[in-house]
């Protein structure tokens, strides 16, 4: 659950607050014309990613770096000529949609399609990803997945239409392009470092090495360098834009400047200060919401389990056996072994004993799908390291989902047997 939650935000966030102000930027600029123009972008550009999405999904199309290097050059081009044109334009609120006005209105539009096909197709390809251990979409793996997915979506819908009542009620009117600009120069600035990375790694024309760095490419490797490990500083500082936008509206709505002749007038002027207030107020939470999922949650979703420690056995290598007592694996919980091989090998396997059963759940510490990234208890339950799932300790010891893959053993004389040549036959799984 907590993977898509901060994944649909993190990749949905710079859209949806550029895409919002741009929209109401138009409406202010030119009336119901602007607003409906942006409307049918917004439409097709959500469209089209459908469209890759269901391309993708059904072709299992993979999508080359130059891809993105097509759709930063497009997003730079247009976010030019839209902050050119903005000055130009952008001056002055509810005037008539000229040559220029068209010009900023369909430049404008076509950055917010670009943002959302930049954005959008990956997103909607998240449901078809999740591991549901081939329990289906009507699974419990598959719904806490999913409630992660929805639960992100929500809240960025909920953001989008505040942020948009926002830009619609500050005054003065420059504060919304002002604030637009600054975002999308922000994010100019990150495709503009995201752009060469295809680039420099294929023009071999250049008799450049395919592996770049800083040394190699003067300022363009730093810039490539700086946003490809700093992706995160744009997101904040466009966050703090809009953070500043509501701190705005939230003082607006704090005084009363316009005249009034009765009390009703008086009270009608408080409750839409009131509604300000609350809009702002709403941003702010959502802002908050969004960077404790994109920084709190992301960091516990993403934090790196330790595995427990090997546990002691013995080893008979006349005989080609490791016995392990079933008194020391008998408590319910995992318990880790390792032997390793003639080759220098690690092989680990795991043992726990089934609930409310005499049988043992056995297998090497890897499975099919994930490798060897190993298995850890939590609360009580074992867990993939590498996907997050939870295993069913019942089918431990069965072939086949993410479920260990089965080791054989005998029960004999209070021990757990193992055959050496079993381990030896799962180096492939460790190397």
Not at 294 to 307: F, G, I, P, S
Request: charged content about 15%; hydrophobic content about 50%.
């Amino acid at each position: 659950m907590f993977k898509y939650l901060w994944m649909v935000t993190q990749d949905l966030f710079l859209t949806v607050t550029l895409t919002s102000l741009m929209h109401i930027m138009l409406f202010r600029l030119f009336g119901a014309k602007g607003r409906k123009m942006h409307a049918i972008a917004l439409s097709a550009g959500t469209l089209a990613s459908v469209v890759l999405a269901a391309v993708k999904f059904n072709t299992r199309l993979i999508i080359s770096s130059h891809w993105n290097h097509y759709i930063y050059a497009v997003i730079l081009t247009l976010t030019v000529l839209v902050l050119l044109l903005t000055v130009f334009f952008g001056r002055r609120e509810n005037q008539p949609m000229k040559t220029g006005g068209i010009l900023l209105s369909v430049s404008a539009s076509l950055l917010s399609a670009t943002f959302i096909f930049y954005s959008l197709p990956g997103v909607l390809l998240y449901p078809f990803s999740f591991n549901t251990m081939g329990q289906g979409y009507f699974s419990s793996y598959y719904l806490v997945r999913m409630a992660g997915w929805l639960a992100a979506l929500v809240l960025l819908f909920v953001y989008s239409r505040l942020l948009s009542r926002c830009a619609l009620y500050i005054k003065p009117w420059g504060h919304v392009p002002a604030f637009l600009n600054t975002g999308l120069l922000t994010f100019a600035v990150y495709c503009f470092g995201r752009f060469f990375v295809p680039w420099v790694n294929r023009a071999k024309w250049l008799k450049w090495p395919v592996k770049y760095d800083d040394a190699s490419f003067g300022w363009i490797g730093q810039l490539m360098m700086f946003t490809a490990n700093h992706s995160m500083l744009f997101i904040w500082i466009i966050s703090i834009l809009a953070a500043l936008l509501a701190v705005l509206l939230f003082r607006q709505g704090t005084i009363i400047r316009e005249p009034y002749d009765n009390p009703a007038q008086l009270r009608k002027l408080k409750a839409r200060n009131r509604h300000w207030r609350r809009v702002a107020a709403g941003i702010v939470i959502c802002l908050i919401l969004s960077t404790v999922i994109m920084t709190v949650v992301k960091t516990n979703d993403t934090r790196q389990v330790e595995l427990s420690a090997p546990e002691a056995y013995t080893v008979d290598q006349a005989a080609g056996v490791i016995t392990v007592p079933m008194e020391a694996v008998n408590d319910g919980h995992l318990h880790r072994f390792e032997y390793k091989t003639e080759k220098n090998i690690s092989v680990r396997w795991i043992v726990v004993r089934k609930p409310n059963s005499a049988a043992y759940g056995v297998g090497l510490d890897a499975c099919e799908v994930c490798g060897n990234a190993g298995y850890f208890e939590r609360s009580g339950q074992i867990i993939c390291k590498r996907c997050d799932v939870v295993m069913n300790i019942n089918t431990i010891g069965f072939k086949g989902g993410c479920n260990p893959i089965p080791l054989a053993y005998e029960v004999k004389d209070g021990n757990l047997v193992f055959q050496l040549s079993d381990l030896i036959a799962g180096e492939k799984e460790f190397r």
